[in-house]
């Protein structure tokens, strides 16, 4: 089983140009996503977080049991659901702005332990901003890596929830000696101000740092550098889209027995490259249609036979 552990939100998408234009709500987050992609491509997943009891905190547990990822490590809270207000601009990107003051999933707390048979666990995005809950998914991440589970980060960095942006880097890097594999997108990359090197230096087995449609580059411990090109795809919005990677790459590990340090440390070319190209196609799938809309299993099948 693969834990994804981190925020639930609700996205709240404009349906026009303009500041004033009509909002739809959509379930997103970005460990809330990975999760979906992840029951969408058929691994066995669970999610780890605090969710709301109002109507959107619901909608968001229905979600998740319909694709079939385990809810029983949810926490549930009478606060409201955290909003996310995405600008999308004319090539597809999003932006956000978070109304997060008094939510639920920020009072997350610590559980005593991951889901039985967890082989994974991913963190990432604003659960390890917002206090108090951004410590005690903290405390997670360095037992869960204390007792020799798989550890994936993703931090995607919102810089608006970021009060001090030096002592987040600072945090960040305090990070990485529990993690095994470091998702980075080129602009976190460029915010966080190091280098994949670097991040190795400190921690992790592998770093994937992704370029969206120029495609993503792995560099490994071992002295490794190998990248795959963006799949063409028509953009409606890049809404999930590095969430979908980020479930991409687990699954794939996964499936080849990987989930390890020593089994990345095992992939050479080929299947760097194979994981890459898996998680390029996921991608652009999502990227192909509104909001974080991420692929299922059988819409990879042709290419990935």
Not at 22 to 47: D, E, M, Q
Not at 157 to 162: A, H, M, N, Q, S
């Amino acid at each position: 089983m693969i834990v994804v552990a981190g925020e639930a939100l609700i996205d709240l998408v404009p349906q026009g140009a303009g500041a004033l234009a009509a909002l739809t709500p959509a379930l997103g987050g970005g460990p809330y996503n990975t999760a979906v992609a992840l029951g969408r491509l058929g691994s066995p997943a669970a999610f780890c977080s605090r969710v709301s009891r109002d109507a959107f905190g619901e909608a968001l547990l229905d979600r998740l049991r319909e694709t079939g990822v385990e809810v029983s490590s949810v926490q549930r809270g009478d606060e409201p659901t955290t909003l996310a207000v995405a600008t999308v601009g004319t090539d597809g990107s999003a932006a956000y702005s978070f109304y997060v003051e008094g939510t639920a999933d920020r009072l997350f707390t610590a559980p005593e332990g991951l889901p039985a048979g967890a082989r994974a666990v991913s963190f990432g995005t604003c659960s390890l901003v917002l206090e108090p809950g951004a410590s005690a998914y903290e405390e997670l991440m360095r037992t869960a890596s204390a007792r020799g589970v798989f550890t994936a980060l993703d931090p995607n960095i919102r810089p608006g929830l970021i009060p001090d942006a030096d002592a987040y880097r600072s945090r960040f890097m305090r990070w990485l000696p529990s993690v095994s594999l470091l998702k980075v997108s080129a602009e976190d990359a460029e915010w966080l101000g190091g280098s994949p090197r670097e991040w190795l230096a400190a921690g992790p087995a592998a770093v994937v740092v992704t370029k969206g449609g120029d495609g993503l580059t792995v560099f490994t411990r071992g002295g490794g550098e190998y990248a795959v090109p963006g799949e063409r795809v028509e953009v409606v919005d890049t809404i999930g889209a590095g969430d979908t990677v980020n479930a991409a790459l687990l699954h794939r590990l996964a499936a080849r027995d990987a989930l390890s340090d020593e089994g990345l440390d095992s992939l050479g070319a080929e299947g760097w490259e194979d994981l890459l190209g898996f998680a390029a196609r996921a991608a652009a799938i999502t990227c192909s249609r509104a909001g974080a809309e991420p692929p299922y299993a059988h819409e990879l099948e042709p290419k990935d036979a």
